[in-house]
C-alpha cells in the first residue's frame, strides 16, 4: 500500500512534544508524519534500510525522519509496518562557500593521514549511526553556546578553491574556552581528537537522534557518560581544519545530517 501526501508544510500541525519543531519536508530538512493511534504499541519505521524514530505527540504516532541533503525532490517513501508511505519533499537552495585554509593537509592530507581519517570515520560514523531504542519526549534543542549562528548548513564548500561535500553542521562564533553544554540530555558515545573536527565529542539522545561538537579546545566528558541538559561538554577552541575558533554543531536523525536550526529553540 502507498499512501501520498501532498499537503504543504504550513498545513501540518504538531502538538505536545514536537510542537517546537518545524516539519520541513526539504533535502537536509525533516519529515514529520503521523502513523498511528497511541493507543498500540509504535509501529516499525524505516528509510532505507534504517530504523526511524517514533515519538508519542498527544494522542498519536509521529515518525521523525531525517532527509538526506542529496535527497531528490519529488516523493520520499519510507515504510510503516512494512507498509510504504510516501511523502513530497519541496525544494531548497543552499548557498556557496570559499575559505583558504593555510595548512594544506587538511585539503590535499598524505597517505598516513588518510589512513588516520579512515580509522576516525568508522568511530565517528559508528556513533551517528547508532540507535538505541528508547522513548525519546522530544526533539527541540536548547543552543549548546551562546553566539552567532551562521546559516552554514548545507554550503557547497571550497577549500582553496577545491570542491568538497557540503557543510553537515551549524558554525556557532564564539571565543576560545567559552563552555559548551548538553542542549538535551544523552548519553557520549564518542570523544577524541580528530583530523578534520579536532577535539569532538558526540552525544546519543535515543532512537538515532544525535548530536556533535567539534574543534573544541577543551573535552569536559567521557565516553558512556550520562548528560543532563545544560551539563558541560567542554570549551569552545580551534582544533582540527578551521579558520579560527567557533563551534561547529552537528544533528543527526537515522545516521542523516539535518539542519540544525530546525530543531534549536528560539
Not at 530504523?51 to 510503516?80: H, Q
Request: charged share 20%; glycine share 12%.
Amino acid at each position: 500500500m502507498i499512501r501520498t501526501l501532498l499537503a504543504p508544510v504550513a498545513a501540518l500541525a504538531t502538538t505536545a512534544a514536537l510542537a517546537a519543531t518545524a516539519d520541513s519536508r526539504r533535502p537536509g530538512g525533516i519529515v514529520i508524519e503521523d502513523v498511528g493511534a497511541a493507543d498500540r504499541p509504535a509501529p516499525v519505521v524505516e528509510f532505507d534500510g534504517r530504523r526511524i524514530m517514533t515519538m508519542r505527540d498527544g494522542g498519536r504516532w509521529k515518525a521523525v525522519v531525517g532527509v538526506p541533503l542529496g535527497a531528490e525532490t519529488g516523493p520520499l517513501r519510507f515504510s510503516v509496518d512494512g507498509n510504504t508511505v510516501s511523502v513530497t519533499l519541496f525544494p531548497h537552495g543552499y548557498a556557496e562557500q570559499r575559505l583558504t585554509i593555510r595548512n594544506r593537509s587538511y585539503v590535499t592530507p598524505d597517505q598516513a593521514q588518510l589512513d588516520r581519517i579512515g580509522r576516525e570515520r568508522k568511530i565517528i560514523d559508528a556513533a551517528l549511526n547508532n540507535f538505541r531504542d528508547v522513548p525519546v519526549d522530544g526533539i527541540d534543542l536548547a543552543a549548546p553556546v551562546e553566539g552567532r549562528r551562521s546559516s552554514s548548513f548545507g554550503l557547497r564548500r571550497f577549500f582553496n578553491d577545491q570542491p568538497r561535500s557540503p557543510h553537515k553542521g551549524m558554525d556557532i562564533a564564539a571565543a576560545s574556552g567559552t563552555p559548551i553544554v548538553a542542549p538535551r540530555a544523552g548519553i557520549v558515545t564518542a570523544t577524541g581528537n580528530y583530523f578534520f573536527n579536532g577535539n569532538t565529542v558526540i552525544v546519543d539522545h535515543g532512537q538515532g537522534f544525535v548530536t556533535m561538537y567539534c574543534h573544541l579546545s577543551e573535552i569536559g566528558v567521557e565516553e558512556g557518560q550520562d548528560v543532563a541538559r545544560g551539563g558541560p561538554l567542554g570549551t569552545v577552541g580551534a582544533t582540527g581544519r578551521v579558520t579560527g575558533p567557533h563551534l561547529h554543531f552537528g544533528t543527526y536523525l537515522n545516521g542523516t545530517a539535518v539542519d540544525p536550526s530546525i530543531l534549536l529553540e528560539d
